[in-house]
């Protein structure tokens, strides 16, 4: 399923005009020196094609082998094109990679069938014979290092012509139309398109472009011994004929190279539509910041899509187009798919924007109200660094969203574990308290919390709304609440304070109250005491709030539940917000 949408995808970009997929037999590439010879195939020159520190891109042949990558045969040769190793015999099985340079040209070429190829062979077959030829190549004073060291593509010219030898028409035509495929197989059948075909690949491309990927991998492979049934081995287990291959691969390489790509963790997830449409740009921007080098990013039309997303006046297409989201993760050998989700624009919309509204949550107008899936888990995250999100969180979470089910327990866990460990923290350039309950946790807990509540709600549970709610009386928020005030009277007894009740006691309050509270209530009457004398207009204020906080509390509880442990931190935000903003700036 996945190979047969990606190969849709391909198609449909292939079909238009205006697309730089590449057409088939070629694949994009870059190409850093240019040997130029004559008719009769004697060298003239080498040209370097880099330019700010970069090869010219060019597509290139690819006959249906690891293009992007050899293995350690050294008679895997490319069409006219590859390393120094290969075009000049140079290094480790030298001798054996320039003979498979010569058979690859001799097997799709005849002599005499174009002059620029003879001229290439001829050249080839004089170095093999005499690697002197070779040495003013080699020993270029400002490329043959480089060279030497087989770095860069190298590629060859006819002295006069404007292109390189296999962008010759005539060499172009007997590459897009092949006279044979690569490995015959009467009656096989390709699994993806249904249809026989004679050139089953035994190799599948490599993938490149992965975030984190230390080396290329491949999406389908196979290993030559684990898998081999009634004799066959490799890639023949499961016939895919070389079009359909070839057509797999560019699709995914211009995806995971395109804006249709989002780094997840560790993770690089793909997404594209059926056929064009408008959503496959907008989906971007559900789960991420417009890049900082994006040149589109400040024009009208971008910065309005961006803002109606994350202030919920997104209008969700009435599409019935299938749309498509695949997260995939490097590893040693191979890609391993860690999600694919297929549903349609609309489904895949209303999911996408449904995220966006479980997630809105009041917060202070000087912090950016977006919340891409980075920022979220970072939130989470010890430091607030990628490399200490939990495993498989975002995939997890990728995959709820797309399902429109709960979010995992995970989340909710780690944000809870998260404010706790940070119950004292302190800023580091101003020494004062960080919030430990800071915007992106309070909108996480709030989305796990009441996409649980739509699956399963035996207690008829009233959902969290944006901001406080007075009548809500769940005792987890209540206390929640209630923690907060006796922190701010904490605050307003003694103005400067460096440490709050929030540094020793946030931890107990939200999961034993009943060790905490009886102790903090003393406390509070204390602070209330002072504020009577010096601000007796304020004493009055807070204790009617207490009082109203405390009005459905028969008793404190000793353990509050996961869940409710997630409402009292909502409760501890939701009140905070509303004691620190302006009486004059509230709804």
Same mark, same amino acid.
């Given at each position: 399923?996945?190979?047969?949408?990606?190969?849709?995808?391909?198609?449909?970009?292939?079909?238009?005009?205006?697309?730089?997929?590449?057409?088939?037999?070629?694949?994009?590439?870059?190409?850093?020196?240019?040997?130029?010879?004559?008719?009769?195939?004697?060298?003239?020159?080498?040209?370097?094609?880099?330019?700010?520190?970069?090869?010219?891109?060019?597509?290139?042949?690819?006959?249906?082998?690891?293009?992007?990558?050899?293995?350690?045969?050294?008679?895997?040769?490319?069409?006219?094109?590859?390393?120094?190793?290969?075009?000049?015999?140079?290094?480790?099985?030298?001798?054996?990679?320039?003979?498979?340079?010569?058979?690859?040209?001799?097997?799709?070429?005849?002599?005499?069938?174009?002059?620029?190829?003879?001229?290439?062979?001829?050249?080839?077959?004089?170095?093999?014979?005499?690697?002197?030829?070779?040495?003013?190549?080699?020993?270029?004073?400002?490329?043959?290092?480089?060279?030497?060291?087989?770095?860069?593509?190298?590629?060859?010219?006819?002295?006069?012509?404007?292109?390189?030898?296999?962008?010759?028409?005539?060499?172009?035509?007997?590459?897009?139309?092949?006279?044979?495929?690569?490995?015959?197989?009467?009656?096989?059948?390709?699994?993806?398109?249904?249809?026989?075909?004679?050139?089953?690949?035994?190799?599948?491309?490599?993938?490149?472009?992965?975030?984190?990927?230390?080396?290329?991998?491949?999406?389908?492979?196979?290993?030559?011994?684990?898998?081999?049934?009634?004799?066959?081995?490799?890639?023949?287990?499961?016939?895919?004929?070389?079009?359909?291959?070839?057509?797999?691969? !560019? %699709? @995914?390489?211009?995806? &995971?190279? *395109?804006?249709?790509?989002?780094?997840?963790? +560790?993770? $690089?997830?793909? #997404?594209?539509?059926?056929?064009?449409?408008?959503?496959?740009?907008?989906?971007?921007?559900?789960?991420?910041?417009?890049?900082?080098?994006?040149?589109?990013?400040?024009?009208?039309?971008? !910065? %309005? @899509?961006?803002?109606? &997303?994350? *202030?919920?006046?997104?209008?969700?297409?009435? +599409?019935? $187009?299938?749309? #498509?989201?695949?997260?995939?993760?490097?590893?040693?050998?191979?890609?391993?798919?860690?999600?694919?989700?297929?549903?349609?624009?609309?489904?895949?919309?209303?999911?996408?924007?449904?995220?966006?509204?479980?997630?809105?949550? &009041?917060? *202070?107008?000087?912090?950016?109200?977006?919340?891409?899936?980075?920022?979220?888990?970072?939130?989470?995250?010890?430091?607030?660094?990628?490399?200490?999100?939990?495993?498989?969180?975002?995939?997890?979470?990728?995959?709820?969203?797309?399902?429109?089910?709960?979010?995992?327990?995970?989340?909710?866990?780690?944000?809870?574990?998260?404010?706790?460990?940070?119950?004292?923290?302190?800023?580091?350039?101003?020494?004062?308290?960080?919030?430990?309950?800071?915007?992106?946790?309070?909108?996480?807990?709030?989305?796990?919390?009441?996409?649980?509540?739509?699956?399963?709600?035996?207690?008829?549970?009233?959902?969290?709304?944006?901001?406080?709610?007075?009548?809500?009386?769940?005792?987890?928020?209540?206390?929640?609440?209630?923690?907060?005030?006796?922190?701010?009277?904490?605050?307003?007894?003694?103005?400067?304070?460096?440490?709050?009740?929030?540094?020793?006691?946030?931890?107990?309050?939200?999961?034993?109250?009943?060790?905490?509270?009886?102790?903090?209530?003393?406390?509070?009457?204390?602070?209330?005491?002072?504020?009577?004398?010096?601000?007796?207009?304020?004493?009055?204020?807070?204790?009617?709030?207490?009082?109203?906080?405390?009005?459905?509390?028969?008793?404190?509880?000793?353990?509050?539940?996961?869940?409710?442990?997630?409402?009292?931190?909502?409760?501890?935000?939701?009140?905070?917000?509303?004691?620190?903003?302006?009486?004059?700036?509230?709804?």
């Amino acid at each position: 399923m996945i190979l047969q949408a990606l190969k849709e995808y391909y198609d449909r970009k292939a079909a238009d005009p205006k697309s730089d997929i590449a057409p088939e037999g070629w694949i994009p590439q870059r190409i850093d020196y240019e040997i130029v010879l004559d008719h009769r195939g004697t060298f003239k020159q080498i040209n370097n094609k880099r330019e700010n520190n970069e090869g010219h891109s060019a597509l290139v042949p690819n006959i249906g082998k690891q293009a992007l990558k050899h293995n350690n045969s050294g008679k895997d040769a490319n069409l006219l094109w590859d390393k120094p190793g290969f075009a000049l015999g140079i290094g480790k099985k030298g001798d054996i990679k320039l003979i498979s340079f010569i058979e690859t040209i001799d097997s799709w070429f005849k002599s005499g069938e174009d002059v620029a190829v003879d001229a290439v062979r001829a050249y080839l077959l004089s170095g093999k014979t005499n690697r002197n030829v070779f040495d003013p190549i080699i020993n270029h004073p400002d490329m043959g290092e480089a060279i030497r060291s087989d770095r860069g593509n190298i590629t060859f010219k006819l002295i006069g012509d404007d292109g390189f030898v296999f962008e010759r028409s005539s060499v172009k035509n007997k590459i897009s139309n092949p006279a044979k495929g690569i490995n015959n197989i009467a009656g096989a059948i390709c699994l993806v398109t249904g249809s026989r075909v004679g050139d089953i690949v035994d190799c599948h491309p490599i993938t490149g472009g992965l975030f984190g990927a230390k080396k290329s991998p491949n999406l389908v492979s196979f290993n030559e011994d684990a898998f081999c049934s009634f004799g066959k081995k490799k890639s023949f287990n499961s016939p895919v004929g070389k079009k359909a291959v070839d057509a797999y691969t !560019k %699709a @995914l390489s211009r995806l &995971i190279n *395109s804006k249709q790509k989002l780094k997840i963790c +560790d993770a $690089t997830a793909v #997404y594209w539509s059926g056929k064009e449409s408008s959503f496959e740009h907008a989906a971007f921007f559900f789960f991420s910041a417009p890049p900082k080098d994006d040149p589109d990013r400040n024009t009208e039309a971008i !910065k %309005a @899509l961006y803002e109606s &997303i994350w *202030s919920g006046a997104y209008a969700v297409p009435n +599409d019935s $187009t299938p749309f #498509y989201v695949l997260g995939l993760s490097p590893n040693a050998a191979r890609i391993a798919v860690r999600f694919w989700h297929v549903g349609t624009v609309r489904e895949m919309g209303s999911r996408f924007k449904q995220h966006v509204e479980d997630l809105a949550i &009041i917060h *202070s107008a000087k912090v950016d109200s977006a919340l891409p899936m980075r920022r979220l888990l970072c939130s989470i995250a010890a430091q607030g660094k990628d490399d200490n999100i939990p495993p498989n969180l975002a995939g997890e979470m990728v995959r709820s969203i797309l399902d429109g089910t709960p979010y995992p327990t995970t989340l909710l866990q780690a944000a809870i574990r998260r404010i706790r460990a940070e119950q004292a923290k302190k800023n580091k350039n101003t020494g004062k308290q960080d919030p430990n309950v800071p915007y992106e946790r309070a909108a996480l807990i709030k989305a796990c919390l009441n996409r649980a509540l739509r699956f399963n709600n035996p207690q008829k549970e009233k959902e969290i709304t944006m901001c406080l709610d007075p009548e809500n009386k769940n005792i987890g928020y209540r206390l929640g609440r209630l923690f907060s005030v006796l922190e701010k009277i904490q605050t307003e007894a003694n103005p400067g304070i460096n440490a709050t009740i929030r540094d020793r006691f946030y931890g107990a309050a939200s999961s034993t109250p009943v060790t905490v509270f009886g102790n903090l209530m003393r406390l509070s009457n204390h602070h209330l005491s002072k504020l009577e004398k010096e601000k007796p207009g304020l004493f009055v204020v807070r204790q009617q709030l207490i009082g109203e906080i405390m009005c459905p509390i028969v008793d404190f509880p000793a353990h509050l539940t996961l869940a409710d442990q997630g409402r009292f931190a909502i409760g501890y935000y939701h009140q905070t917000q509303d004691l620190w903003t302006s009486k004059t700036t509230k709804p």
